[in-house]
């Protein structure tokens, strides 16, 4: 398929990546569907129902329905994509997603799209940062937010490859491609993007280049940060999080989500178990004020110097 | 004619049987919803002695009729027809809601073979069944989808959405059954959010609409069996709220009461 182009300079819409993985592995099997709530655009699907008019099929505003007519059609041998703002797919559809689809076990994929904050201005009823609490706590249901385009369709084509439901998370936030050699898209694995023993700093989806750059900014200051791109939420690379306690001593979860029970909540319930070190969790503290997306990150700390003074602060409190 | 070319005899006999062994169940259990089981059973047994293509032998067999039991909390009614129908043996049912019990409280595909779908929380039988009326439709499959869901559920928002989903898909293959009891958990569904008319309202929704005794065989039969139209085609079956004994029938508070020993001697009696 064609490399998408950049938005601007070394960025790109994951969403690009998500539309051409689907039309070719649709292209490849008939059983692939997809199901939306009036989210042709949002989601841009316009391409796929063109080449696939009988295969996107559009509820209207219903997410209820949308999520259950995804397991019926599961039922029925598709394999769907069930795709829609994460806002109303998790928020106005949860029953369905907990009872139709992961208690039930159906082979239903479901992608939650334009997801965290990425809504800014419209607010709070628009952002979906609850969505990580949520959804990770159906212990069934894979939860994967894909951090650049190349993950992103790495995650689509092992989601289609997949026997049972999975939530991926996409945004409409331009990101850059991560510089990582050799990738291999490993579900419930953590990519290691640096190597470091000070501190470790875990991200996922549109906030693994930040951290990064912050790793950069630390280095500068003579603090050599781990950063590890958590894409699957769950199940949690608990080996890696439980390496990084060891070997580095503090943590910092960088998350477009609610600090409370997203990827923040998975790895503080893990290390105060298992091993507890300081853990600083960057994210929402709850519902966000109006502001546009770059300001929300800005105003949040979820920017190279908010993660750069957050592992600081996780590395005094560790006494290092 | 015998009871095994007389349709109709033998839905009436599975129909018997089910009552009997589904109020056992419930009586074991001292769980259960018998008021509702009582309104579903001859509708079921209907669909599935008389109308539904099955292998009991193949539960994921690609082709097969597919019926949904959105009434979840019907258990009863879902397991014995499901044990009638061969899918597991009789010995089965003497677990139900026991520890580890395949037969839980609310049916789950994973556990018991012939579940479609998980169901209990009302209002998802319907959009599952679209949604797999739906996948017949897009591969020109020629199997059927049967949900039967309960009358209070239709105060779930949920339905309305999937009825005018396929209604504008004109989903022929799709049957759905209201079990028209006219009661829900704690009163009436007419005093407590009133659903009436029913009938205009799924035709609006796009919907051909067929009114039957639910608790006549043979006019079951001629409804449920009759050949798929251009339309989906919604069933208001009026049934009575735990049909079959007398001090259950039209009793609100049998939705979920259990019989004492004297109660379920006496019902035992009633249903021959």
Not at chain 2, 89 to 115: A, C, F, I, K
């Amino acid at each position: 398929m064609a490399a998408a182009a950049p938005l601007t300079q070394g960025l790109f819409d994951c969403r690009e990546a998500w539309v051409a993985t689907l039309e070719t592995l649709a292209a490849a099997d008939e059983r692939i569907v997809a199901v939306v709530n009036d989210s042709v655009g949002s989601s841009k699907l316009g391409g796929f129902q063109k080449k696939f008019p009988d295969r996107l099929i559009n509820v209207g505003i219903a997410e209820q329905c949308m999520v259950g007519v995804g397991a019926g059609l599961a039922n029925g041998g598709r394999i769907p994509f069930v795709s829609a703002a994460g806002c109303f797919l998790t928020g106005r559809s949860l029953e369905q997603v907990k009872a139709d689809v992961v208690y039930a076990g159906f082979n239903v994929k479901l992608i939650g799209q334009s997801s965290g904050v990425a809504y800014g201005e419209l607010g709070p009823t628009h952002h979906s940062i609850e969505d990580f609490a949520w959804l990770r706590v159906m212990k069934d249901l894979v939860v994967i937010a894909p951090a650049d385009p190349w993950e992103t369709a790495e995650a689509i084509k092992w989601a289609a490859a997949h026997q049972g439901p999975v939530y991926i998370r996409l945004s409409r936030m331009p990101v850059p491609d991560l510089a990582v050699a050799n990738r291999v898209f490993r579900m419930g694995k953590a990519e290691c993007v640096r190597e470091g023993q000070d501190v470790t700093l875990v991200g996922c989806g549109t906030t693994v280049h930040l951290a990064d750059a912050a790793a950069d900014r630390l280095k500068a200051e003579g603090i050599a940060a781990r950063v590890l791109n958590m894409a699957t939420i769950n199940p949690l690379d608990e080996a890696a999080i439980l390496a990084a306690a060891a070997e580095t001593g503090a943590i910092v979860t960088v998350e477009e989500a609610s600090v409370r029970g997203g990827l923040g909540g998975a790895v503080a319930e893990l290390t105060s178990a298992n091993h507890p070190v300081p853990v600083e969790r960057l994210g929402f503290p709850g519902f966000v004020p109006t502001g546009s997306v770059e300001w929300l990150f800005q105003e949040f700390g979820l920017s190279t110097e908010g993660i750069a003074a957050a592992a600081r602060r996780a590395m005094k409190r560790a006494g290092k | 004619m015998t009871l095994q070319n007389d349709p109709v005899a033998r839905i009436k006999e599975k129909a018997l049987w089910m009552r009997r062994r589904a109020f056992k169940m419930v009586y074991d259990a001292q769980l259960g919803h018998p008021g509702g089981d009582f309104s579903a059973i001859d509708i079921m047994a209907t669909i599935y002695f008389g109308v539904l293509s099955f292998d009991p032998a193949r539960p994921d067999w690609a082709e097969r009729d597919r019926f949904i039991m959105s009434k979840g909390h019907a258990t009863g009614a879902l397991y014995t027809v499901l044990c009638a129908a061969g899918y597991f043996p009789e010995d089965w049912l003497d677990t139900y809601m026991q520890p580890r019990s395949m037969l839980n409280g609310h049916p789950n595909r994973n556990y018991l073979p012939g579940v479609e779908t998980n169901t209990g929380p009302l209002g998802h039988g319907l959009p599952v069944a679209t949604g797999i009326a739906i996948a017949g439709q897009i591969t020109n499959a020629g199997f059927r989808t049967f949900v039967l869901t309960g009358d209070g559920e239709m105060q779930e928002g949920s339905n309305w959405e999937a009825a005018m989903t396929a209604g504008n898909r004109n989903l022929g293959n799709l049957t759905w059954i209201v079990d028209r009891n006219r009661l829900q958990q704690g009163a009436g569904t007419e005093e407590t959010n009133g659903l009436e008319p029913l009938d205009k309202k799924f035709a609006a929704f796009g919907w051909d609409v067929v009114m039957v005794d639910g608790h006549d065989h043979a006019a079951l039969l001629k409804v449920l069996g009759a050949v798929p139209g251009e339309k989906p085609r919604a069933i208001i079956a009026n049934t009575v709220k735990g049909k079959g004994v007398s001090f259950m029938e039209n009793k609100a508070n049998w939705h979920h009461g259990v019989p004492n020993a004297d109660q379920f001697a006496a019902a035992m009696k009633e249903l021959v």
